[in-house]
């Protein structure tokens, strides 16, 4: 079971990027997948989480309206667009399947490897 997450990269205050996260070995078509942040010196921070069909989705309340994460099923794929990016926005961002409690906490079963996304001003 592999989560890979790819579309890290370095963007100017104000652009977008879309990150990619690939589940393989299994079928995720019904789990809850989320997107954690983590900047250095810091802890893991909730961004984003769907439940399997799309229907719901929550953020948190830094990146709420800048921040979306659809999922294609067919690919077993979930992606977070981001928005109005902003410099605090710069950290690792990892991708994760199954909460193992409360889909904000970051204790998930599976882990992507996490990708670098940094924002310049």
């Known amino acids: 079971v592999q989560l890979q997450a790819s579309g890290g990269g370095l963007v100017q205050a104000g652009g977008s990027l879309r990150l990619s996260c690939a589940a393989s070995g299994r079928t995720f078509s019904s789990t809850v997948m989320g997107w954690f942040r983590q900047a250095p010196g810091k802890e893991r921070e909730f961004v984003a989480v769907i439940d399997w069909s799309g229907g719901m989705t929550a953020y948190g309340d830094s990146v709420k309206g800048r921040f979306t994460i659809p999922r294609d099923n067919a690919k077993n794929t979930v992606y977070l667009q981001m928005n109005s990016l902003r410099p605090e926005d710069t950290a690792v961002y990892y991708c994760?399947?199954?909460?193992?409690?409360?889909?904000?906490?970051?204790?998930?079963?599976?882990w992507g490897q996490g990708t670098q996304v940094t924002v310049s001003s």
């Open positions: 994760a399947a199954e909460p193992k409690t409360v889909w904000r906490d970051p204790t998930y079963n599976f």
